[in-house]
Structure formats: C-alpha cells, structure tokens
C-alpha cells in the first residue's frame, strides 16, 4: 500500500484507536454523553477512511492523481476538525457549532470528490 491508499488506512487506524478509547472511557465511566462522537468517529473515520484506503489501493492510477491527494487532505482536516468538534459540542460547548457546522460542509464536500474521483473509475469499461 502506498500514497494516498496508505494514508488513508493510517488514517482509519488512527480514527478507529481514538473512537475505541473513547468507547472504553464511556463504558469505564458509565457516561455514554459522547456516544454519538463515538459513532461518527468509528463509522465517518474509521469505515469511511478505511474503504478509501482501498478504493485507492485497488485503483493505484487513480490515486496518484493530485485530486486524489485533495481528496485525502480534504477529507483528513474537514473530518478531524467535526470528531473534536462534535466532542465539544456535546461537553456543552454550543459556540463551536460554526466550526462543526463548517467542517461537516467539509466532511460532505469530501465525499461528494470520492464520487465524482470513484465512480468514473469502478464504471469504466475495461
């Protein structure tokens, strides 16, 4: 695995080691308050950057192209900036919404490249 591939799956572990701890930290403490920090950073960080990771694995040519690195990086700062986002909203701090609200635009924007980057590349005619 390499470039952007390998990024991303870096990338997943790193999501999946910080939602885990996060799950043990609520199940330790019997506060489930960032449930749904925990959920979006297992399934919007880990899943998500993991299945890219492979995506780009599979499709080397396509991840070599400078769209696939705006892609990582795009979808990297955009996603790290809702989990702690997320997190302090959820510990009661309303005034970061803004910030939440503009890196899940982000987050989204993100996804919506994966598609137009994906699909042209899964549909074309071999």
């Not at 799950?23 to 403490?29: D, K, N």
């Not at 990582?72 to 997320?86: D, P, Q, R, Y």
């Amino acid at each position: 695995m390499q470039g952007v591939a390998r990024n991303f799956f870096t990338l997943a572990v790193i999501y999946a080691l910080c939602g885990m701890a996060l799950g043990l930290h609520m199940a330790i403490t019997n506060d489930h308050g960032q449930m749904p920090t925990h959920a979006h950073t297992m399934v919007a960080g880990w899943l998500m950057s993991a299945v890219f990771a492979f995506f780009y694995h599979l499709f080397p040519a396509v991840g070599q192209k400078t769209i696939a690195v705006v892609h990582f990086w795009l979808t990297a700062i955009s996603g790290i900036v809702l989990m702690i986002g997320l997190y302090f909203e959820l510990a009661g701090h309303p005034e970061i919404e803004p910030v939440l609200g503009s890196a899940s635009i982000g987050f989204y924007a993100g996804m919506l490249l994966f598609a137009f980057i994906s699909l042209p590349a899964v549909w074309k005619k071999a």
